[in-house]
């Protein structure tokens, strides 16, 4: 059996990452997909409405889990028996990223392979941050985000309005 793990912060989740992990689990024999919990940027949400909103998107799919990991990817993957690092690629600016975290990974755990599949065209321009500022500024997502993402985008968005937190800042694309 071949247990692949498809990591990142997913804040939110939206349809690239999911058409991802649809993908990898035709390829795999199962998708482990890891919500990081404490990635170096401002998120969001918490990890556990992260991990509720892959679960929601998953939730028919009996070869992909989802489950919360902390510290290093490569180190996780050993945790859980994974031969396989799935990352998604969805321009060129992308590749120089993945490749030195894949060259990173490789030193650190020589048996795990990291396997990059292509975006699909439609989903080419997402990105958490991209979904995360026109959500912030009232645009419609509903083409980018499951319906669940969507109502929990909008209810925290009027959460940080109504308790009048600090603006919403955008992490740096890269998720």
């Given at each position: 059996m071949i247990r692949a793990l498809f990591p990142a912060s997913f804040?939110?989740?939206?349809?690239?990452?999911?058409?991802?992990?649809?993908?990898?689990?035709?390829?795999?024999?199962?998708?482990?997909?890891?919500?990081y919990s404490t990635p170096q940027k401002n998120l969001l949400f918490p990890t556990e409405t992260r991990v509720e909103l892959v679960q929601g998107a998953f939730k028919a799919e009996p070869k992909i889990q989802v489950v919360t990991y902390h510290g290093?990817?490569?180190e996780f993957?050993?945790?859980?028996?994974?031969?396989?690092?799935?990352?998604?690629?969805?321009?060129?600016?992308?590749?120089?990223?993945?490749?030195?975290?894949?060259?990173?990974?490789?030193?650190?755990?020589?048996?795990?392979?990291?396997?990059?599949?292509?975006?699909?065209k439609e989903h080419s321009f997402l990105s958490s941050t991209t979904v995360?500022?026109?959500?912030?500024?009232?645009g419609d997502v509903s083409s980018m985000v499951p319906a669940h993402v969507k109502k929990a985008l909008n209810q925290r968005f009027a959460d940080i309005k109504k308790n009048g937190e600090a603006e919403f800042e955008a992490s740096p694309p890269r998720d």
């Open positions: 804040d939110p989740i939206h349809n690239g990452h999911i058409d991802i992990a649809l993908r990898a689990a035709q390829i795999f024999d199962q998708v482990v997909v890891a919500v290093l990817t490569v993957a050993r945790q859980i028996d994974a031969q396989v690092i799935v990352r998604g690629l969805r321009a060129l600016s992308d590749f120089e990223y993945e490749f030195r975290m894949a060259l990173a990974n490789r030193q650190l755990a020589p048996r795990i392979e990291t396997v990059s599949l292509i975006t699909s995360r500022e026109i959500a912030s500024l009232g």
